[in-house]
């Protein structure tokens, strides 16, 4: 009898247990569903560059290219050697550069051929391949959001430099003011959007990061052009290809 009770309860707890994994689990589906929607990082540049999802580290300060020469990334690095300023964002504070610096970010942001990149910028120059976002495998295999890029001065979406990509958005991004920008790439379909309206949608666009080694990514500045001058906030990257309407 008392064995059958002391069965009993060790079933109950079992099924007790079991059922709260599956919970679990089910709740965690939902959540990366619905209100996860695939952000792996979101720098919000509320006074820092600070990653809010804790998912990477923080973004250090580095100079006006990544590295000293092409292909390197600088070792000096951080608040010591530089400064950044912010000021009023679209959402709280936004980093503001003036020409005398970048921001290296944390490698592996992007580690597929499947993201989304959505970030506010608001230009105090506009000056010709100049970055605002860049990121690579290597010097030779990168993506570069370009306010001002070769075509006219109409803002783009980069890659090269071995396989080049032109995804040109038909016009330029206003100085001073605020633009949200999204790419969204789903395995090589890529769509460039400026303030949540298409401007360019191609096929074809280059798998810069899956399997790569080391990826390298940076705020305003790149191995090559003149640094953007501006603010930049609410960077937000996601592993599925999204559109504005879904951010
Ligand atoms: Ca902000």
Not at 145 to 165: A, C, F, K, Q, R
Request: charged share 15%; with cysteine; aromatic share 10%.
């Amino acid at each position: 009898m008392r064995r059958s009770l002391l069965l009993t309860v060790l079933v109950v707890l079992l099924v007790v247990f079991a059922t709260g994994c599956a919970q679990d689990e089910e709740g965690a589906a939902v959540d990366q569903g619905a209100g996860g929607k695939g952000l792996v990082a979101h720098f919000a540049f509320e006074g820092n560059l600070e990653d809010s999802t804790a998912n990477f580290a923080v973004g250090e300060l580095i100079g006006t290219l990544i590295g000293e020469s092409v292909g390197l990334v600088t070792e000096t690095r951080g608040e010591e050697h530089y400064s950044v300023s912010y000021g009023e964002g679209v959402e709280g504070q936004a980093v503001k550069f003036d020409g005398s610096q970048g921001v290296l970010l944390p490698s592996g942001l992007i580690d597929g051929n499947t993201y989304t990149i959505s970030l506010w910028i608001k230009p105090e120059a506009l000056t010709m391949h100049t970055t605002a976002f860049f990121g690579g495998a290597n010097d030779s295999k990168w993506i570069s959001i370009v306010p001002s890029g070769w075509s006219g001065g109409d803002t783009m979406l980069w890659s090269g430099n071995v396989e080049w990509y032109d995804a040109i958005c038909g016009e330029a991004i206003p100085l001073n003011e605020w633009t949200h920008l999204v790419v969204s790439v789903d395995g090589g379909y890529v769509r460039v959007f400026l303030d949540g309206t298409e401007k360019f949608a191609g096929s074809n666009f280059p798998d810069v990061f899956s399997g790569a080694e080391k990826t390298i990514f940076a705020l305003a500045v790149n191995w090559w052009d003149t640094p953007f001058i501006g603010m930049l906030d609410e960077l937000k990257i996601y592993n599925q290809a999204l559109t504005p309407s879904q951010i």
